[in-house]
């Protein structure tokens, strides 16, 4: 694995256990041009898996890769769905690592029903920048976010509100699940604010997933409001209904939309059809 440019910004670690490299396994060295990078001695301990332990991920994801994401289809049309998908996250990691030696700072949100592969998708994306780049990531569920938050507000908590937003607002790359899907209320609005809008001014890149459409009048990122999800059932509010105008603003400049609506639940359709066989 090459090393990472020597312009690359430092990570965001406010307690690097490393001084010397500052947790990248790298230390960097000026010379008057694009700069040099050397191993450090932290490396023997192998800080990928160190951080890919740290970031958040879920059990169930852990293991989640993009050559794993499965595409097959009997309907050419949701099959040619989850293959653009899954090119376009392969074209993301290939591209996260700019011209100029910094990371991107545009993000993807994957927008579908509940099944569709998006976390499966965003954990891929997540966990490999990690192992190749030594990305400083997070992982957070939104629903358990704003229970972890809450948390912090009994009287003798060993958390607080920063210690768990800081990373947060802080990491090289974040993904954020299941966006919209908290009851928008004042205080949650407040709470999407303060991370999107912190992100957004401080150019640094996001994965979202969603199952609620996004409203923007362009064919990229159509509507998935057509009265019914794929497998039956109301559709889910538009995104543009539970957050701010100003935030959904933002989020469609700072992530490119992957749209997954096409599929039904593949754990429900596909998965439950091979248990029963």
């Not at 290939?94 to 954990?123: M, N, Q, W, Y």
């Not at 994306?125 to 190749?132: S, Y």
């Not at 768990?164 to 407040?190: H, R, Y």
């Not at 604010?193 to 150019?203: A, E």
Request: net charge positive; glycine share 10%.
């Amino acid at each position: 694995m090459a090393p990472p440019p020597a312009n690359q910004a430092a990570p965001a670690e406010s307690n690097p256990s490393c001084p010397l490299c500052l947790d990248r396994g790298w230390i960097l060295h000026e010379d008057g041009g694009a700069g040099s990078a050397s191993p450090c001695d932290c490396r023997r301990d192998d800080l990928g898996p160190r951080l890919l332990a740290a970031c958040g991920i879920p059990p169930r994801y852990r293991a989640c890769s993009l050559a794993r994401f499965s595409t097959a289809h009997e309907q050419a049309g949701i099959r040619d769905q989850l293959q653009r998908a899954r090119v376009a996250s392969e074209r993301y990691v290939e591209e996260f690592l700019r011209g100029d030696g910094s990371f991107s700072d545009s993000g993807l949100i994957f927008v579908g029903p509940t099944g569709t592969g998006k976390t499966h998708l965003a954990c891929s994306i997540l966990t490999t920048l990690i192992q190749r780049y030594r990305v400083r990531g997070r992982f957070v569920e939104f629903t358990a976010l704003i229970h972890q938050i809450q948390a912090t507000f009994r009287p003798g908590s060993p958390l607080s509100k920063g210690g768990i937003l800081d990373p947060i607002l802080g990491a090289e790359l974040l993904v954020i699940d299941e966006l919209g899907a908290q009851k928008p209320s004042a205080w949650v609005q407040d709470l999407l604010y303060l991370i999107i809008n912190g992100r957004y001014t401080s150019r640094l890149p996001t994965l979202f997933t969603t199952n609620h459409p996004l409203v923007v009048g362009s064919d990229e990122a159509r509507s998935l409001d057509r009265g019914a999800e794929p497998g039956g059932g109301l559709a889910p509010e538009p995104l543009a209904h539970r957050m701010p105008s100003t935030l959904v603003s933002r989020l469609c400049e700072m992530a490119k939309p992957i749209i997954l609506d096409a599929a039904g639940d593949y754990r429900r359709d596909i998965l439950m059809q091979r248990r029963r066989l």
